[in-house]
């Protein structure tokens, strides 16, 4: 069974920093994508970053340049770091994970590609 748990959350001040982790088990981790979406209150999901296991990554454009996802196949653990924050990047973040599929070469940017997701983790920005 493919379990994601996120971790890192928390309250933060515009402009600062804070790092997501996410773990994920039960899959051969290193076959297959991760990606970060966000859900504000009100708000569809919203794709965040990606990354594959050739590690080739994928950004939304409201975090570009600020934002770095990474990975650690040792770890089993995904990573999303989060640079000058902005209060716009208050919500609840999602870790997320294709299936074990092999290379995924499928639409990074679209929640329905990934079938495992995480509880979800609150970050809040203050200005």
């Known amino acids: 069974q493919v379990q994601v748990v996120e971790s890192g959350g928390g309250l933060a001040q515009a402009g600062g920093s804070l790092r997501l982790s996410c773990a994920v088990s039960?899959?051969?981790?290193?076959?297959?994508?991760e990606g970060w979406f966000r859900q504000a209150p009100g708000k569809e999901r919203e794709f965040v970053a990606a990354i594959n296991s050739i590690d080739s990554t994928y950004y939304g454009d409201s975090v570009k340049g600020r934002f770095t996802i990474s990975r650690d196949n040792a770890k089993n653990a995904v990573y999303l770091r989060m640079n000058s924050l902005k209060p716009e990047d208050t919500a609840v973040y999602y870790c997320?994970?294709?299936?074990?599929?092999?290379?995924?070469?499928?639409?990074?940017?679209?929640?329905?590609?990934?079938?495992?997701w995480g509880q979800g983790t609150q970050v809040t920005v203050s200005s």
């Open positions: 039960g899959r051969t981790f290193s076959s297959a994508a």
């Open positions: 997320a994970a294709t299936p074990p599929l092999g290379y995924f070469d499928g639409d990074y940017y679209s929640a329905q590609e990934y079938d495992y």
